[in-house]
Structures are given as C-alpha cells and as structure tokens.
C-alpha cells in the first residue's frame, strides 16, 4: 500500500504541475484583453478574407478593422517611434488615454464656442449619428503597445473627418482615407484610397480626382504624425488654429 501511494503521489503531482506550466503558457500569449494570437499564415488568411469582404461592402467595420490589424506589421512600429519621438506623442503612449462617451464630458463639449475643435466634434458626431464607442478594440496585434497605436488611430479617426471637414459618407471616406494613407502608410487605408472610388458617380470622382485628392495628398505629405496630437487637452482650441499647427490646409 506505501508502495502504490508513493508511485500514485509523484503522478499526481506531474499531472498538476502540467496543467499549471499549460495554463501559464496560455496566458503568456495573451498579451492584453482580447488579444487572440496568430501565425503569420493565420495573419495572411484572415488580412485575405477581410480585404475581399471589405472591399464588397467598405460599411463593414469589423473586417476593416481586421484588415488593418492583420496587415500593419510595418506602419504600426513606424507611427510608434514617430509618437515616441515626440514629446505629446510620448505622453500619449505613457498616459494611454481613450476617447470613449465615458471619458467625454458631452455636455462641457457642446458648450464650447462653435469653430473650437470640442464643439465641431460633438457637432460631427450628431450630424452624421456616429459614436466614438463604435470602434472596435484590437485583437490580432502581437504587441501590446502597438495594440494602443492602432487603437488610438481608431479613436481619432472621426477627429480626422472634423478636422478634414469631411461627412461619413463615401466620398467623404474615400478623402479621409488618402490623408490617412499618406500620414500613416497603413495598407488598409491604402486599400480604401484606391479601390473606395470604385462606387462613387462620374461627376464625384471628377471632383474626387481633381480637387479633393490632390488636397489631402498635399495636407497629408505636409502635416505632422496625427498621432502626435493630445486632442483631449485641445477642446478649446479652434479647428482653424489646429489645422495650422498640424499643417493640414483649408478644405477646398
């Protein structure tokens, strides 16, 4: 019987220790909340199906952002080291704040002057019925910084449109992502900068092609890293001035 209890214990004990070393294992890889690790042929699966479903219906959001998460391998790191090279862009990284409704004091932004950047963007977001909660948070970026990079681009993205001046719609889309393809080098805005113009009417795409493309392409080549920008201390401020300091030029 002590023979059978001192073969049965070690055994017992192996078994636990494995579970243990498996479920360490596990959370290793789970770099953040939500996080879902992939090889790279995973990565090239999912950035494939994404961009095809994406590019039959660019209102997808979720396929999107897959898209940009399967495929920034390169931006990603590049928009990083611009942010951590720069000292608002290195508080970003450090204080990790979100524009979310729960962090937005509405009712304090829809007081501000009209023209300051709180206002107009309440006012962006009313008029076309879109919220900031709206955006999805990463899952498919193997690092746990870079998951905020890409977060944050999300979040300011409709910051983009206001101070762009541009409505939701997909003329106005297709613009905000030239400016964006140029500023972050994205393949995903890339992709909805080539291929979003396919659905617009002839007389948009030659306003498209003559006035709004080659202005964003100029604002975006022009204007400092977005990402450099602590949009939540700069409420007060006018979409006018701001545009200034980021370089990017009046709307046509």
């Known amino acids: ?94 204080e990790r704040p979100r524009i979310r409704l729960s962090t937005l004091d509405m009712a304090r932004l829809r007081g501000l002057p009209d023209g300051s950047l709180g206002r107009e963007y309440v006012r962006f977001l009313e008029d076309n019925k879109v919220s900031p909660d709206t955006r999805m948070p990463p899952k498919f970026v193997d690092d746990e910084e870079l998951a905020y990079v890409i ?5 300011v993205h ?33 992709l909805g900068a080539a291929f979003g113009p396919v659905r617009l009417s002839a007389r948009k795409l030659q306003v498209l092609a003559t006035e709004l493309i080659p202005w964003a392409i100029r604002s975006g080549q022009n204007a400092s890293c977005i990402l450099n920008i602590y949009y939540e201390q700069r409420w007060e401020q006018s979409v006018e001035s701001l545009r200034e300091e980021i370089g990017i030029f009046p709307p046509p």
């Open 1 to 94: 019987g002590r023979a059978r209890l001192s073969h049965a214990e070690p055994r017992a004990r192996d078994a636990r220790s494995g579970e243990e070393e498996e479920e360490e294992d596990e959370g290793c890889y789970q770099l953040y909340p939500g996080h879902i690790p992939t090889s790279p042929l995973q990565k090239a699966l999912l950035a494939a199906g994404s961009a095809c479903m994406a590019l039959y219906d660019p209102y997808r959001h979720d396929m999107v952002a897959v898209l940009g998460e399967t495929t920034g391998c390169l931006a990603l790191p590049n928009l990083r080291d611009k942010m951590k090279h720069h000292p608002e862009g290195y508080r970003i990284l450090q």
């Open 151 to 155: 977060q944050r681009y999300r979040e």
């Open 158 to 190: 409709d910051l983009m449109h206001t101070l762009l001046g541009m409505p939701t719609n997909m003329l106005g889309e297709v613009v905000v992502k030239w400016f964006e393809a140029v500023q972050t080098g994205l393949p995903m805005c890339v």
